[in-house]
């Protein structure tokens, strides 16, 4: 029971924005006092767009400005005019000095007070906007259903994802900065919101991926060549395996490398660590592998190898939320696991 004097709380549908300066930091590194003057005229830009527009800010942070309206439409009117002006403006900018921002926006139920809004609507929308391209807005299905017949903007549909936080994994959309005057992004790598493409956690596990992913792309390669010798680290011979237990043998150093790989791959998407599909692709994939290597030394068979990475290879799929991509990653899977079973029966 509220006391006198307490603000009155109440529940409404709200539509959130969620607004950030890409690169904040290293701006800050570079020039201090320009970067500040900048940042506070981008918060008294994004406030008086935002009142334009019937909304209010609820609150600013350092690079960050958040907003709530009671239309949804309002608010992507808003959310373009920001990306509009700050495209506008970086046109006649050193690239030093542009400020590019990254919005999210989500229509959903908050708790509202005199002066915050509070709620997975609010979590949603913060998550939503790190998804976003510089430049770019990223919304949820809940505002792309609202919007779609209202306005000529280009949609992306990118799929459903698993947001920290969130029980229920949500479909979402994306706006490029090309359709505010910004330049296209030729490449979008899948973003993750728990590591920074720039951290170095982000960079050494990237790095490692891409070189063992490198090197099992080879051997597959290898091993799909009938007069292929089979590879010294990849089979252990039988004559060796006598030499000591064949279990330990065959799960020799470099299997346990790419075993560890997969572990972490797969435990960055489970754990929440991040939503990025390809971490526990590859991580499926990776198990696959070291499966496949630790049966065909113990066995002695090779092909068997190639049966455990298309299976992997095909489980690892399942982790994206587009359709499209899971069908094609399933029929290259297919066509791996019917290399190896001809394979099998060659051998």
């Given at each position: 029971m509220a006391e006198a004097g307490d603000p009155v709380r109440r529940r409404r549908l709200a539509a959130i924005l969620m607004a950030d300066v890409v690169g904040f930091s290293e701006m800050m590194g570079r020039d201090e006092e320009g970067t500040t003057t900048r940042i506070l005229r981008f918060h008294e830009r994004i406030r008086a767009t935002v009142e334009q527009h019937g909304g209010r800010i609820v609150g600013t942070a350092g690079d960050s400005a958040f907003g709530d309206f009671d239309s949804i439409v309002e608010a992507l009117d808003c959310a373009t005019s920001i990306q509009r002006?700050?495209?506008s403006e970086n046109a006649s900018r050193l690239d030093e000095e542009r400020i590019e921002a990254r919005i999210g926006l989500h229509l959903g139920d908050v708790i509202v007070d005199e002066y915050n809004v509070f709620g997975d609507g609010v979590n949603i929308a913060a998550r939503l906007e790190q998804l976003a391209d510089p430049g770019g807005i990223v919304l949820s299905e809940a505002v792309y259903q609202q919007v779609r017949g209202r306005s000529d903007l280009p949609f992306e549909e990118i799929g459903s994802r698993t947001l920290k936080n969130i029980a229920e994994p949500i479909r979402l959309y994306r706006i490029g900065?090309?359709?505010?005057?910004?330049?296209?992004?030729?490449?979008?790598?899948?973003?993750?919101?728990?590591?920074?493409?720039?951290?170095?956690?982000?960079?050494?596990?990237?790095?490692?991926?891409?070189?063992?992913?490198?090197?099992?792309?080879?051997?597959?390669?290898?091993?799909r060549d009938e007069d292929q010798v089979p590879d010294a680290d990849l089979v252990i011979d039988p004559g060796e395996r006598t030499n000591g237990d064949p279990v330990v043998s065959a799960f020799n150093a470099g299997t346990l490398s790419i075993a560890a790989i997969g572990v972490l791959g797969v435990l960055a998407r489970t754990s929440g660590w991040t939503d990025n599909a390809w971490y526990p692709f590859v991580g499926a994939w990776f198990l696959g592998i070291a499966l496949g290597r630790l049966v065909a030394g113990v066995s002695g068979r090779s092909g068997i190898a190639l049966l455990f990475r298309a299976f992997g290879f095909g489980v690892g799929a399942a982790f994206f939320g587009s359709e499209v991509v899971r069908a094609v990653l399933w029929v290259m899977a297919a066509g791996m696991l019917g290399s190896s079973i001809q394979g099998l029966r060659r051998s």
């Open positions: 002006s700050l495209h900065p090309d359709a505010f005057g910004g330049r296209p992004v030729e490449s979008r790598p899948e973003r993750s919101e728990h590591v920074e493409e720039g951290s170095e956690a982000g960079k050494a596990i990237r790095s490692a991926i891409d070189s063992i992913a490198g090197r099992i792309a080879d051997e597959i390669e290898a091993s």
